[in-house]
């Protein structure tokens, strides 16, 4: 699903969508009737322009009562609307649709939106001035930053730890189970990852239950690296957050960038598949092996090719095939 931005346009502009901050972190919200987190805004109501609508939806959904707000650009997907970016100095009560809010660096891993308001609110991080309080800050909301201003011993830890895993003995369960746990940025009850592993600082990979990974896999997690649950991962896998300016001189500057990698759950990788900087993979997806994944990938599809592409969707027809299949190793009775 392509997400266009534009600074100026002349058509009919549906929906205010506002990337908001408040106490140096973004802000979500969780409506009553969902359990996953958006960004704040909605319709643009019959008679209001758009500013009107945008402080109007960012004071419903967040509360709040005192804010600056400023128009970044228009967008389209289905339709059209306009993107704010807004710095909320107080909050108030929710009395409206939103039944609570979340605040951080970067947007939740459960989205109502999983395809179209990452794309947005990285818009904004990329192309506006916000204040953020540390460089760290700024490396895990995806906007440029400088690695050497980070504090070195985090990187070193994730190696060390990685280190460590590797050296495991293929007995040492619940001792690979302990490294994982407090390095990773988040696990659930099953997973199970195969030496070596290597990766940036670790506390930016979120994995989901039931999640396998094979041998060598690389996770360059300078923004965020979220999988749902089920996924399995072949050999040499690599997902990159991490990206570097166009332009030369910036980039000898030593300033750079990371793009979050989100993976919905029933997802299969083939072997050596690269997943690059801000793509999107929905669920039940199977991605081909050497794959180079540049793109987003919609849901219920297999894909794969250099640049990844859809090469047809998952249907009934398969699972029909594969359950028949179950059924032949069932009737063997192990």
């Given at each position: 699903?392509?997400?266009?931005?534009?600074?100026?346009?002349?058509?009919?502009?549906?929906?205010?969508?506002?990337?908001?901050?408040?106490?140096?972190?973004?802000?979500?919200?969780?409506?009553?009737?969902?359990?996953?987190?958006?960004?704040?805004?909605?319709?643009?109501?019959?008679?209001?322009?758009?500013?009107?609508?945008?402080?109007?939806e960012l004071m419903e959904e967040t509360g709040a009562k005192k804010f600056t707000i400023k128009f970044v650009c228009y967008y389209s997907v289905y339709s059209y609307g306009a993107v704010f970016y807004a710095e909320i100095e107080e909050l108030g009560k929710l009395?409206?649709?939103?039944?609570?809010?979340?605040?951080?660096?970067?947007?939740?891993?459960?989205?109502?939106?999983?395809?179209?308001?990452?794309?947005?609110?990285?818009?904004?991080?990329?192309?506006?001035?916000?204040?953020?309080?540390?460089?760290?800050?700024?490396?895990?909301?995806?906007?440029?930053?400088?690695?050497?201003?980070?504090?070195?011993?985090?990187?070193?830890?994730?190696?060390?730890?990685?280190?460590?895993?590797?050296?495991?003995?293929?007995?040492?369960?619940?001792?690979?189970?302990?490294?994982?746990?407090?390095?990773?940025?988040?696990?659930?009850?099953?997973?199970?990852?195969?030496?070596?592993?290597?990766?940036?600082?670790?506390?930016?990979?979120?994995?989901?239950?039931?999640?396998?990974?094979?041998?060598?896999?690389?996770?360059?997690?300078?923004?965020?690296?979220?999988?749902?649950?089920?996924?399995?991962?072949?050999?040499?896998?690599?997902?990159?957050?991490?990206?570097?300016?166009?332009?030369?001189?910036?980039?000898?500057?030593?300033?750079?960038?990371?793009?979050?990698?989100?993976?919905?759950?029933?997802?299969?990788?083939?072997?050596?598949?690269?997943?690059?900087?801000?793509?999107?993979?929905?669920?039940?997806?199977?991605?081909?092996?050497?794959?180079?994944?540049?793109?987003?990938?919609?849901?219920?599809?297999?894909?794969?090719?250099?640049?990844?592409?859809?090469?047809?969707?998952?249907?009934?027809?398969?699972?029909?095939?594969?359950?028949?299949?179950k059924q032949f190793f069932d009737n063997e009775k192990f």
């Amino acid at each position: 699903m392509e997400v266009k931005f534009y600074k100026e346009t002349d058509q009919f502009i549906k929906y205010a969508i506002i990337v908001a901050r408040y106490k140096d972190s973004f802000v979500f919200c969780k409506h009553k009737d969902r359990n996953t987190y958006e960004l704040p805004g909605g319709h643009v109501e019959p008679g209001e322009d758009i500013l009107t609508a945008a402080k109007r939806e960012l004071m419903e959904e967040t509360g709040a009562k005192k804010f600056t707000i400023k128009f970044v650009c228009y967008y389209s997907v289905y339709s059209y609307g306009a993107v704010f970016y807004a710095e909320i100095e107080e909050l108030g009560k929710l009395e409206y649709e939103i039944e609570s809010l979340s605040f951080g660096d970067y947007m939740p891993q459960e989205l109502t939106y999983p395809h179209i308001q990452p794309k947005i609110f990285n818009y904004v991080v990329q192309n506006t001035e916000i204040k953020f309080g540390s460089n760290m800050k700024r490396m895990v909301a995806g906007t440029l930053y400088n690695s050497f201003l980070n504090d070195p011993e985090l990187h070193k830890n994730a190696v060390r730890k990685a280190m460590e895993y590797n050296q495991t003995l293929p007995e040492e369960i619940d001792k690979r189970r302990d490294i994982i746990k407090n390095l990773f940025g988040s696990t659930k009850e099953h997973f199970y990852i195969e030496p070596s592993i290597r990766m940036d600082y670790g506390f930016n990979i979120h994995i989901g239950d039931h999640f396998y990974a094979n041998f060598d896999c690389v996770f360059l997690d300078v923004a965020p690296i979220i999988f749902g649950d089920h996924v399995f991962i072949a050999p040499r896998c690599c997902f990159y957050t991490a990206g570097h300016p166009i332009d030369a001189d910036v980039r000898n500057m030593d300033l750079e960038y990371g793009y979050p990698i989100r993976v919905g759950s029933n997802v299969w990788f083939g072997g050596n598949v690269v997943v690059n900087p801000g793509v999107t993979i929905g669920s039940n997806v199977v991605i081909g092996s050497g794959s180079v994944v540049t793109k987003d990938i919609p849901s219920n599809v297999v894909a794969c090719g250099n640049p990844c592409r859809v090469i047809r969707g998952i249907t009934e027809e398969d699972a029909k095939l594969w359950q028949q299949r179950k059924q032949f190793f069932d009737n063997e009775k192990f």
